[in-house]
């Protein structure tokens, strides 16, 4: 046997993070192209594109990037066939595109609910159907779903979000069962409360400067009393995509700093001095 970080190795492979112009997608696609993948990306419109472009620029590593709405089959299936012939079949798909809509339920319009089912769970079946007829003539694949606290816990406002975010764990589990026969493992990724754009709002500071209630909350109920950087996620994601987990398959796998083994504490008992600022 070689040496055991070979199996964290993604040379040769092309990687599709859907979505990844910033945030974890983009962490996730910086840490697949040091492993030794190719990368390629989308995102819902040009300017995000661009901006991705410019990111991947700016830390040296090579994409193809292009415009492409998750929730669009048709221009899914093009995106895929674009990337089959510039860069060659995909051998890994990160189904990380989402977005969130935080309204009470009752106030939240059929529209603004099917909006978010059908990026955060309609989307992944889009392009998980997409890619697989590939990865089971080639007998190989990886995909990895972006589930959530919220594919095991509920909360006020995002009703939407952990039912497309619960469907996506049982997506999970049976893209495992119906492909698994040709070496495809799908797993997911459940990320705890993480700083990115999505939850900057959870995070503002007051205006009297104090911290945002959710902040404390948050971090009441998370032992290492932190949000979680993109860079925690990094290992995780290569793991999942890598040979490293070829008989791991169906799973979610939560990294989260503790909150879904902790009942939690007082927020008030939290010594506030302690907190580096977030971002
Ligand atoms: P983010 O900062 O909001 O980035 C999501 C990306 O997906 C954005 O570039 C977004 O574009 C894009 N997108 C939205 N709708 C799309 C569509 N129809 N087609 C293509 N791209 C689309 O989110 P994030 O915090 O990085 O999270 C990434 C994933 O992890 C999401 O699925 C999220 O639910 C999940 N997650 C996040 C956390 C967390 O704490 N941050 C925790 C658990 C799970 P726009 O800028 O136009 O929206
Ligand atoms: C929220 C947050 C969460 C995180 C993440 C937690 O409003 O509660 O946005 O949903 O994004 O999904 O795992």
Known sequence: MGNI????????????????????????ALAFAEAGAKIVFNDINQDL???GLAAYKEAGVEVYGAVCDVTNEEQVQKFV?????????????????GIIKRIPMTEMTLQQWNQVIDVDLTGPFICSKAVLPDMIEKQSGK????????????????????????GLKMLTKNICSEYGQYNIQCNAIGPGYIAT??????????A?????????FIRSKTPAQRWGQTEDLMGLA??????????????????DGGILAYIG??????????FADVD
């Open 5 to 28: 970080l070979d199996k964290f190795k993604l040379d040769g492979k092309v990687a599709w993070i859907t979505g990844a112009s910033y945030g974890l997608g983009l962490a996730y």
């Open 49 to 51: 594109v661009d901006k």
């Open 81 to 97: 066939a674009d990337v089959k012939a510039n860069v060659g079949s995909i051998d890994i798909l990160v189904n990380n595109a």
């Open 143 to 166: 995909i990895i779903n972006a589930c959530s606290m919220m594919s095991e816990l509920g909360r006020e406002t995002v009703s939407a979000y952990a039912a497309a975010k619960g």
């Open 197 to 206: 754009p999505q939850t900057a709002p959870l995070r503002e500071k007051q």
């Open 208 to 216: 009297d400067g104090s911290m945002h209630p959710f902040d404390r």
């Open 238 to 255: 290569v793991f999942l995509a890598s040979e490293a987990s070829d008989f791991i398959n169906g799973q979610v796998v939560y990294i």
């Open 265 to 274: 504490q007082d927020p008030n008992n939290l010594d506030e001095s302690k």
